[in-house]
């Protein structure tokens, strides 16, 4: 993988290193890397010489013995239909979607026996790896029991703890950073998904160039079939210097999915910073050496997110105050039923009290008393019985105080664009439009989630 920001770190070791071939060329003030001639591989500095958790690998299980199960999930409301930018780096195309988006792009997977991913990741860009032979026998960096394929794509993602993929990779800390590698094997029909892609790449050239494309939908790249997925988990290395040790590593073995002649030849069309054909940007596979390698049995499942949450914070009525509850740190101390809201094309009335005070406490800080507020009509207003998901949990702001039963009702409710417009009106206390303020979600680990039955009462 590669961004500008590995530019920079390359530069500043370079004037550190004394590592034959390596840092000779230099391009507009930036160090470059390459994959064959004096900036080879071999050549590059950096954990890509010195580290023993490297990447990628030769996969030599095929996933038969010892196998877990898990889910891994994506979001699925950024992943479809997308505007985006691809770019020629001098090393990959890479397509990145804005951040406005990507904010909302979340990537976690629970799995038996220990957790596939353990935490959630935010997408950050996808780019590909391909080779030179018509065959298609060289392009991909993973093997398996020693074989390669056309086209490997890696969906890069940082650990939501952080704010950029920049500053996930130079924290150094393992599994700052999440790839998922998708595997295309040459075949003689056009692979679809790929086309928004294709498209763009027509109108790329020179290492530097970027170009607008549209309708992306990046899960039908990631998911050929609908079926059970099974994939590779390791810990190791971004593939391009400075090589830092960082990535947990899901490598999707099977199924594969495809790519064409034609395809294949149009990521052969772009060049690299020396104005020569862009192939091979493969680097070798690495030593294995005492690292875990996992398999898992996945389903890949989608996680909706709707487009807004009401939370009612209830405390016991053994404390007298929220405060005394929270300050207990007792488990179930709070109870907060969460109301998940989607888009609808109608008002919701029921937000119309508080709304019309709003604006009155655009500030942060700013307070105003209003009237009228049916804390009701902000449920869902289906008559009969409901579902809701029971677990116990955190507060989802610091100190994040493990001390709230939750009871998330499955049953929505609605809010109008136009409302959820003067929500986002609202300002942070960074002087910041309110919005996104949302905390991605955390891992299960052993709690169970109990889903119960129920009725809405008003007593
Ligand atoms: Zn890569």
Not at 74 to 99: K, R
Not at 198 to 211: C, E, F, P
Not at 261 to 279: G, H, M
Not at 351 to 367: D, E, K, T
Request: hydrophobic letters at 35%.
């Amino acid at each position: 993988m590669s961004s500008s920001m590995r530019f920079l770190l390359l530069a500043i070791v370079c004037s550190l290193s004394f590592t034959p071939g390596f840092c000779q060329k230099e391009e507009g003030g930036k160090s470059t890397f390459c994959y064959d001639g004096d900036c080879a591989p071999r050549y590059w500095g950096g954990q890509c010489s010195t580290g023993s958790g490297q990447s990628p690998i030769d996969i030599r299980d095929n996933g038969k013995n010892n196998v877990g199960t898990g889910i891994l999930y994506f979001t699925d409301v950024c992943w479809q239909d997308h505007n985006f930018i691809l770019e020629n780096n001098g090393h990959t195309a890479e397509a990145s979607i804005g951040p406005n988006r990507t904010s909302r792009c979340f990537l976690s997977g629970d799995g038996e026996p220990d957790g596939i991913l353990g935490r959630s990741y935010v997408f950050s860009q996808v780019h590909f790896h391909w080779g030179s032979d018509t065959q298609g026998k060289n392009g991909t960096e993973h093997s398996f029991n020693g074989i390669t394929y056309a086209l490997e794509a890696h969906f890069v993602h940082f650990s939501s703890e952080y704010k950029t993929l920049e500053e996930a990779v130079s924290s150094n800390q393992p599994r700052s950073v999440a790839v998922v590698a998708v595997i295309f094997q040459l075949t003689n029909k056009d692979n679809e998904a790929l086309t928004p892609i294709i498209k763009a790449l027509r109108q790329l050239k020179r290492s530097g160039d970027k170009t607008k494309g549209y309708g992306l939908n990046l899960m039908d790249i990631l998911r050929p079939t609908n079926g059970k997925t099974y994939l590779t988990r390791y810990e190791g290395s971004l593939t391009t210097p400075q090589c830092a040790e960082v990535v947990s590593w899901v490598v999707f073995n099977d199924p594969r999915s495809f790519v064409s002649p034609y395809q294949l030849k149009v990521f052969r069309s772009i060049l690299d910073q020396r104005e020569r054909t862009l192939e091979n940007n493969v680097r070798p596979t690495q030593a294995i050496n005492d690292r875990r390698i996992r398999f898992f049995r996945t389903s890949i499942a989608y996680r909706e997110l709707y487009a807004m949450e009401g939370h009612f914070v209830h405390y016991s009525s053994e404390f007298n105050s929220l405060n005394d509850a929270l300050a207990s740190n007792q488990s179930g101390a709070l109870s907060v039923v969460a109301v998940l809201y989607q888009v609808s094309q109608s008002e919701n009335q029921a937000f119309n009290p508080i709304l019309n005070v709003l604006s009155q406490v655009v500030n942060s800080g700013n307070s105003v008393q209003g009237t009228d507020l049916n804390l009701w009509k902000l449920l869902p207003q289906q008559p009969g019985k409901i579902y809701n998901y029971q677990y116990d949990g955190s507060l989802t702001t610091p100190s994040c105080n493990e001390v709230v039963l939750w009871n998330v009702l499955i049953s929505e409710s609605h809010i109008s664009q136009q409302q959820l417009t003067q929500f986002r009106k609202a300002i942070d206390s960074h002087e910041e439009p309110m919005e996104n303020n949302f905390r991605p979600i955390q891992a299960l680990n052993n709690r169970i989630i109990r889903v119960y039955e129920s009725q809405l009462f008003s007593q």
